[in-house]
């Protein structure tokens, strides 16, 4: 069973950058699609990027298209997420989770097995 653990969030102002990192372990990672998702206060959880198994494919939610790059290195067992020109919407928990299907281009969080814990990113105006 694959464990997911987010890191990279915290407090940052409008306009800034962040990157998150999934790491995981108890599994291969490079056996997955992985996505990102988020939930602000009040809100549904909302798909926020995908990558399948190989890194080769990509795929991202509205809002953040063009502002977020999500990679992976498969020798780290981890993927990242790169948010860039970040505004108060983006204030969420995001969470990364894995897709037993490793070309999966799934943004239902349903489909997804395996989930971290969370990490908070806020940001102020």
């Known amino acids: 069973q694959v464990q997911l653990v987010e890191s990279g969030g915290g407090l940052v102002q409008a306009g800034g950058s962040l990157r998150l990192s999934c790491a995981a372990s108890g599994g291969t990672l490079s056996s997955y699609a992985v996505g990102w998702f988020r939930q602000g206060p009040g809100a549904e959880r909302e798909f926020v990027a995908g990558?399948?198994?190989?890194?080769?494919?990509?795929f991202y939610g509205d809002s953040v298209q063009g502002r977020f790059t999500i990679s992976r290195d498969n020798a780290e067992n981890t993927v990242y997420l790169q948010m860039n020109s970040l505004n108060p919407e983006d204030t969420a928990v995001y969470y990364c989770a894995a897709h037993r299907h490793p070309y999966s281009r799934s943004r239902a969080s349903s489909e997804y097995t395996y989930w971290g814990q969370g990490a908070q990113v806020t940001v102020s105006s």
């Open positions: 990558i399948i198994w190989s890194g080769t494919g990509t």
